[in-house]
């Protein structure tokens, strides 16, 4: 069975924190994402990554890194958590090319700075 | 112009009725079409695909899609309240590697 795990349903931080969101997929995928999803704004995407150690922006990269340094793991980072980052935070992942879905989702962290 | 439309909602219908929810796109290039459903407070889960003009089912859905007009929709058969959900469309092209673009989606209730 398909599984993206999340290491945090819910999470409240402070401004200015460092803040670490994990993602994991067990489906041997190439391609994996971070969303964030807000009431009236959609799914947004903020990194995606096709290969390991290999990142590209996505449409909200501010304020936000990622790093992937093994195929199974996907994490992003925010450098200095803002109030303005409070959402839920979906982790995607899939197989490359156009067929593929992107994806199979995590079951979302939300994010609370405070 | 949003890349990906849905019909704006919310939409509501009673249970057992069809329930059509729309989507356009503006990418000619585009060559896969997905929908997901999203509980409240859940993630979303991919219940269809389709990639070829035509109807496609799998149960109570339907997809259909028309690549001239640009547009996919998903019917519900005999809708129940367990439908009740916000669906998102999304779209792929060729060269994006898997990277879909999601509409902002359309909320369904279906009433006992």
């Known amino acids: 069975d398909v599984k993206v795990t999340q290491s945090s349903r819910y999470l409240v931080k402070r401004t200015g924190e460092k803040v670490f969101l994990e993602c994991v997929q067990d489906m041997d995928h190439e391609n994996m994402f971070w969303y964030r999803q807000d009431p009236g704004l959609g799914l947004r995407l903020i990194y995606f990554s096709y290969d390991v150690k290999m990142k590209e922006k996505g449409d909200i990269p501010e304020g936000y890194s990622v790093s992937r340094e093994k195929k199974e793991r996907f994490s992003l980072i925010l450098e200095s958590a803002s109030t303005n980052q409070t959402s839920m935070y979906l982790c995607a992942s899939s197989q490359p090319g156009g067929m593929s879905a992107s994806g199979y989702f995590g079951p979302g962290t939300r994010l609370t700075v405070t | 112009q949003k890349e990906v439309e849905q019909n704006s909602g919310p939409l509501s219908v009673p249970e057992g009725a069809i329930a059509s929810l729309n989507c356009t796109y503006s990418d000619r290039g585009s060559q896969s079409f997905f929908w997901y459903r999203q509980y409240s407070g859940k993630s979303p889960e991919l219940i269809m695909f389709?990639?070829?003009?035509g109807d496609k089912e799998d149960g109570r859905f339907t997809a259909q899609l028309n690549k001239a007009s640009q547009y996919v929709s998903l019917l519900i058969r005999d809708s129940q309240p367990s439908d009740s959900a916000t669906y998102l469309c999304a779209v792929n092209t060729n060269t994006n590697a898997g990277k879909s673009t999601f509409g902002d989606g359309t909320t369904l209730t279906v009433k006992p």
């Open positions: 389709i990639y070829s003009n």
